[in-house]
């Protein structure tokens, strides 16, 4: 079936917003091999449909006016940036198997028993991996194959998936660039172009032409849209081998488990952030205390009271008694710290990259022994609301099976986080999730405005695009709840419409102090 009739059996998510069906499952990792007849005649042909080709098969009585709006259209670009990376992960899973066989004890021996096949082989399998019309140079997995790699790359010799996956991320950029016109500005268009063709010091000096029109502010919250994109292009495209997980794992719609500039591994972040968790009780200042008066059943009080919360490690819990007799709690947790690397709570640099990749983290032990030390009991139903940080550690609880068979967990609301990859153990948790997709920080999950990968269709995603202020100012949670009262004050009425059931007297405000350790 012609792609672009495939456009027309797009689904409807619960935000209104129609989309392109999922094409893969956003926890997919860079080894996920594609099984699908089209997927396997590309690997035979190591080429792949741009946009702009699958366009040209359309029937004479499709839908659109013309071939030029058929290249442009967003939706068909991501599309095609989906069969294209596909194509890429199989060249690439291609390329691992057949430089395992060769490397394997089993062909050894077989080919100290049979010489000249043996010999042959490997010399057709050399060619087959290093191939320019084919594989390109194509070995990797094992230690021959990222032995292999690891040469090549630093020698700058390319895989073909290498250039299709670069191929699938610049029509990606393409798509967010018809969505986002911050993004055609000559000087932006001109870094964006730079990256993707591999001219790295024609990128600085697009950079530098860029921060001096716009600042270092508007310069990347314009690039905010494709800033997943343009990591993982820069992470294929260096001599380095230890970050191309990054770009892999982004392509196939996964979470990286490695940063993208070294490749470090999360499993450093994780020794660094090894507290235990613990949480003390602590009393509101008198601005806490204010804004808590006038709170309510509202997610712009909600978020009002975590902008009073800070993020130096406060967290609250409220007790209400509802209007239909039952006791629930509701849990507000803040976001990150940026002043430092590492402080004495869990709302730092280092427990947001850990929460990101892991699910059992300092910040969630935290809120547990929280639960446990207020007396929270077992079975209680409970609503969690966190920012930034804070969503994302609403979203590792909703994962915790042991969680999850404690408490009722019944909603999870996160303002600007990147919680995409992540899943809810229990599927009756209803996830919201508040994006504006002006800020840069929910895209670090790997799933941005250019990407073809959705969410599970029980979730309320709600965004919307508020350039009232720039990054940093557009991730606080104050730009959230001003959004929320004006322009977007539909999605206010639709979320208070879910949570209802807290709807009720508040009898408790007790705010905690949680520590690493």
């Given at each position: 079936m012609p792609l672009i009739h495939r456009l027309d059996q797009s689904v409807m998510h619960p935000n209104g917003r129609r989309g392109p069906a999922p094409r893969r499952n956003t926890g997919s990792t860079e080894k996920d091999l594609v099984k699908s007849p089209a997927i396997r005649s590309k690997v035979g042909v190591m080429t792949a449909d741009t946009a702009g080709e699958v366009a040209e098969r359309t029937p004479t009585g499709a839908p659109y006016v013309t071939t030029e709006e058929r290249r442009t259209d967003p939706d068909l670009l991501r599309e095609a940036s989906v069969l294209l990376a596909d194509a890429a992960l199989a060249a690439r899973r291609s390329g691992a198997a057949l430089t395992a066989a060769c490397a394997s004890w089993q062909f050894g021996v077989r080919a100290a028993r049979h010489p000249m096949w043996g010999l042959a082989t490997a010399l057709a399998a050399g060619r087959a991996v290093t191939n320019s019309a084919g594989l390109g140079f194509g070995a990797n997995g094992g230690p021959v194959g990222e032995l292999a790699r690891s040469v090549a790359t630093v020698s700058r010799h390319r895989a073909a998936s290498v250039r299709m996956a670069v191929e699938a991320f610049a029509l990606r950029i393409e798509a967010a660039t018809a969505e986002h016109p911050n993004l055609a500005v000559p000087q932006a268009k001109h870094l964006t172009d730079a990256i993707v063709a591999g001219r790295r010091m024609e990128a600085l000096r697009a950079a530098r032409e860029l921060i001096q029109l716009l600042g270092v502010t508007r310069s990347l919250t314009t690039l905010s849209p494709v800033l997943m994109e343009l990591l993982a292009i820069l992470a294929l495209l260096d001599e380095n081998p230890t970050n191309d997980s990054f770009a892999w794992v982004t392509l196939?719609?996964?979470?990286?488990?490695?940063?993208?500039?070294?490749?470090?591994?999360?499993?450093?972040?994780?020794?660094?952030?090894?507290?235990?968790?613990?949480?003390?009780?602590?009393?509101?200042?008198?601005l806490l205390a204010r804004v808590l008066e006038r709170s309510g059943n509202d997610i712009v009080r909600y978020i009002d009271d975590i902008s009073a919360l800070g993020n130096h490690g406060l967290a609250l819990l409220r007790r209400v008694h509802c209007a239909d007799g039952s006791e629930?709690?509701?849990?507000?947790?803040?976001?990150?710290?940026?002043?430092?690397?590492?402080?004495s709570s869990p709302q730092d640099l280092v427990g947001a990259f850990d929460g990101l990749l892991r699910t059992d983290t300092t910040y969630t032990r935290s809120v547990k022994h929280l639960l446990v030390r207020a007396g929270v009991p077992e079975g209680a139903e409970l609503m969690v609301v966190g920012h930034s940080l804070g969503g994302i550690t609403a979203m590792n609880l909703a994962s915790d099976l042991d969680f999850v068979s404690t408490y009722r967990l019944s909603h999870v609301i996160a303002v600007g986080s990147p919680i995409d990859t992540k899943r809810a153990v229990d599927r009756t948790v209803q996830v919201i999730s508040l994006v504006n997709k002006h800020d840069v920080i929910p895209g670090l999950d790997g799933r941005g405005p250019a990407t073809a990968l959705d969410i599970p269709e029980s979730w309320l995603e709600l965004t919307w695009v508020d350039e009232t202020y720039d990054y940093p100012l557009s991730h606080a949670p104050q730009a959230y709840a001003s959004t929320l009262r004006g322009a977007q004050l539909r999605h206010r009425a639709q979320v208070n419409e879910l949570i209802t059931a807290y709807d009720g007297e508040i009898v408790g405000n007790q705010p905690y102090l949680l520590l690493d350790k």
């Open positions: 196939a719609g996964g979470t990286p488990t490695t940063e993208p500039l070294l490749g470090l591994p999360s499993e450093l972040l994780q020794r660094l952030n090894q507290g235990k968790g613990t949480a003390e009780r602590t009393e509101a200042d008198a629930r709690f509701v849990l507000l947790l803040p976001g990150t710290s940026f002043g430092r690397l590492r402080n």
